[in-house]
């Protein structure tokens, strides 16, 4: 007899793995309920593992070089995190006097930029699906590496 509990054992395992991978709760669900008889092995831990990290298992922004310091941006090189509204300082010699990334949504972002000479100008960077995009106002380009849940990751770099 101790040979059938063995396989059953075994495909409980099996199974709560597989629960736990499909990420929807009422696999999980399923999967704990199968997973009483194997309570003692290693997967017992497979149950709690995936409640806190479905948030987490979705899209992810990719890091950014610079983290959210912004002031790394003063030369017009930079690839930082950022949230709207943020005011991103630039020197003179890129051009302009300032750069504010103005709104940020799930098809992109918008820029609002005042040049040294007085010139205004803006720009919408769509990032459809969260992903990359660019746009190149006065010489600088501007890309979004990602955008996901209010929050950007760009990258400033000169035009060319």
Do not use: W
């Amino acid at each position: 007899m101790p040979r059938p509990v063995l396989p059953l054992l075994v495909a409980a395992a099996v199974a709560v793995s597989v629960a736990g991978c499909g990420g929807s709760g009422d696999d999980t669900a399923t999967g704990a309920g199968s997973h009483r008889p194997a309570a003692p092995a290693a997967s017992a831990t497979s149950p709690s593992a995936p409640s806190p990290s479905p948030s987490r298992t979705g899209p992810t922004l990719p890091a950014a070089a610079d983290g959210t310091d912004i002031h790394a941006c003063y030369d017009g090189r930079c690839e930082v995190r950022v949230r709207a509204p943020q005011r991103i300082p630039l020197s003179p010699k890129t051009g302009f006097a300032k750069l504010t990334v103005t709104s940020i949504t799930a098809q992109g972002m918008r820029v609002d930029t005042v040049g040294t000479n007085g010139s205004t100008g803006q720009a919408t960077v769509s990032a459809q699906g969260g992903g990359y995009a660019i746009a190149t106002l006065n010489g600088l380009e501007i890309a979004t590496l990602g955008v996901l849940d209010g929050v950007a990751v760009i990258r400033l770099s000169p035009a060319g």
